[in-house]
Each structure stands twice: as C-alpha cells, then as structure tokens.
C-alpha cells in the first residue's frame, strides 16, 4: 500500500516532488513504526534469535549472540538496523534493552553444556542503574556472570567520560565481559581501545570480506589480532561465509569466530537442538 501510495504521488511530477514525496512517505513510516514499536514489548512482538560463536579452529560451540526481532503484526519481520535507531530516538532503547538482556539470561541459562551469552547493548543504556539491572537479569536467571559478554559498538556515542567509565568498570566487578563490536568501522584506534575495559575485540565483517580482494587484508587480520593479544583481550572474527575465509581467520590467530557458515542466528528451540547434536564439525569428524 505504501508502495502504491508512493507510485501515484510520484506520477506524472518533476523531480524535486519526487524527492518530496518520498521524504514524506518515509517520515510517515518512521512515525508509524516508532509509535508501534510503543507497544512492541507489551505485545510480545520483540524475540530473540542466537547465532552461535565457536571456537578456532575446531568449531566447538563456545556460546550465542543475542540478536533481537520484531514480529511486527503488518510488516513481518523487522531487522534491529531499522528499529534499533528508532528506539534511541524515541527513548526506549532502555527498556527494550532491560528485556533483551533478562530474557537472554533466562533462555540460555537453560541451555545444556553451559554455554557463554553475548548481548548487545547501546550506549545509551549505560546509565548509573546499568549495573545492577544487569546483576538482577543474572540472578533471577541463575547465570553465572563470566557467562555473560556485552557488546557495545564503537561508535560517536561512546564517550571516554567519567561517568561511562564508572559504568563499565562496574559491569566488570561484577565478572561480566565487555566486547568492543565492529571493531574497525568507527574511528577509534587500536590505543583508544586500552582506555576502556574491553575484554574483547569483535573484529568487523569487513576485513573478512576483504580476504581475497585486497591483497594485504590477511596481514591486516593478523595485525589485528596480535596487537588485541598485547592488550590482553580476546578476539572475535565476524561474518564467516566460507571455508577460505575460515582458513585464514585460523591462519590470522584469533580464537573465536562467528557467521553464516556455522549458523544463522536462530529461534532458541533451534540452538538448543545444535548445543544437543554439536555438529558443526565438518562431516561429523570429531576432532
Ligand atoms: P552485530 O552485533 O555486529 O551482529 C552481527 C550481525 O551480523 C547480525 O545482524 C548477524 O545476523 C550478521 N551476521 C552474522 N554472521 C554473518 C555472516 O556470515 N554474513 C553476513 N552478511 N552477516 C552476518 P543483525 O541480527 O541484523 O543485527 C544487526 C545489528 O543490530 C547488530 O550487529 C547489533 O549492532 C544490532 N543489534 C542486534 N540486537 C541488538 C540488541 O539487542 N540491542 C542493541 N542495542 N543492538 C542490537
Ligand atoms: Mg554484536
Ligand atoms: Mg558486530
Ligand atoms: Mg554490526
């Protein structure tokens, strides 16, 4: 309908309403969505879906990222790039933030074999209460804290500030992990990274993807993932595909790794059945 909308406002007009036409139509969507996504959380309408991480290069499954959904009762299903800005702006990032971290908790903590979690968090939900809104989702879960990684993407909003800092050195004590996402994306610099309490580094899709196309993208990973060795933190390869780029993530010395060629992410009942068969070996060879 919104298509059609569009196509008759567009006919027969000269360019500039075109343009019109199209920022009002996509203002009416972001409208329309954001005051939906109101009441997304009462609805039930947020899920989450667990890609696995395993480990390099014998392909155990260490643990699950956390990816929210929305169901939306119109749209189908909508991705967190369009409705995770969305919250930012309308203020309820924190309380969708809250339910994602608990629910996560409470899901994987039922998982057999006692897997790791990892949930994205954005920096507008590290606020004073953060920390103990996170040891209260751990507790009425039952999980243990170094179970649990945050991943915050490296981006403007993360300011080196007093009152950041005080936040993530809190998460810490309480033996939770905090993952720089993206890693490579943004503008901070490998040394920006020691200024924070980072205890991994996800390193960004695109230098994987890189692999094979630009020559010096290999010695680029490997660089990477040494200098993340001297800092003391552990790295994360994102978005595997192929065995090629596998091989040159495990040629690079990082030690976990994630994407489509392990596991999409996954309804919880599906990565429960993975954890229980662990078959991600290539052709059921145990290693
Ligand atoms: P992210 O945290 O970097 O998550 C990885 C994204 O890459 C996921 O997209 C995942 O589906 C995708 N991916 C994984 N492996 C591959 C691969 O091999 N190839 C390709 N092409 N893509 C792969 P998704 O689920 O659409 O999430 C997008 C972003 O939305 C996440 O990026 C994260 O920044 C944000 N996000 C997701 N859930 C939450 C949440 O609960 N809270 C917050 N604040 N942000 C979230
Ligand atoms: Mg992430
Ligand atoms: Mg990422
Ligand atoms: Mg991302």
């Not at 933030?97 to 590290?126: M, Y």
């Not at 060795?229 to 090629?244: C, F, N, P, Q, S």
């Amino acid at each position: 309908a919104d298509v059609a909308l569009y196509q008759a406002k567009a006919a027969g007009r000269g360019s500039y309403r075109f343009f019109e036409a199209e920022t009002n139509l996509r203002m009416q969507v972001r409208h329309s969505l954001e005051h939906d996504l109101h009441r997304a959380l009462d609805e039930g309408a947020l899920e989450l879906h667990y890609q696995p991480l395993v480990a390099v290069p014998d392909r155990q499954i260490l643990g699950f990222e956390a990816l929210l959904r929305w169901r939306h009762p119109e749209r189908g299903m909508i991705m967190p790039q369009t409705f995770i800005p969305l919250a930012e702006a309308a203020g309820l990032i924190v309380p969708i933030g809250d339910w994602a971290i608990r629910t996560a908790c409470a899901e994987l903590a039922s998982l057999p074999g006692r897997p790791k979690l990892s949930v994205n968090v954005s920096p507008l939900q590290l606020t004073a209460r953060f920390p103990a809104s996170v040891a209260a989702a751990l507790k009425a879960a039952g999980l243990e804290p170094a179970r649990l990684e945050l991943e915050i993407t490296e981006t403007a909003m993360l300011r080196e500030t007093e009152a950041t800092l005080t936040v993530l050195h809190g998460l810490r004590n309480l033996g939770v992990g905090i993952a720089m996402d993206d890693f490579g994306t943004g503008f901070s610099s490998l040394s920006a990274l020691k200024r924070f309490p980072f205890t991994r580094v996800k390193i960004d899709q695109v230098f994987v993807r890189n692999l094979g196309e630009v020559p010096e993208s290999a010695s680029l990973l490997r660089a990477i993932v040494e200098l993340c060795k001297v800092l003391r933190m552990a790295t994360t390869t994102e978005g595997i595909e192929t065995e090629e780029q596998f091989a040159a993530v495990a040629a690079s010395g990082s030690t976990e790794a994630q994407g489509y060629l392990f596991g999409r992410p996954m309804p919880i009942r599906q990565a429960t059945l993975l954890l229980e068969r662990d078959d991600l070996r290539p052709t059921g060879r145990k290693l």
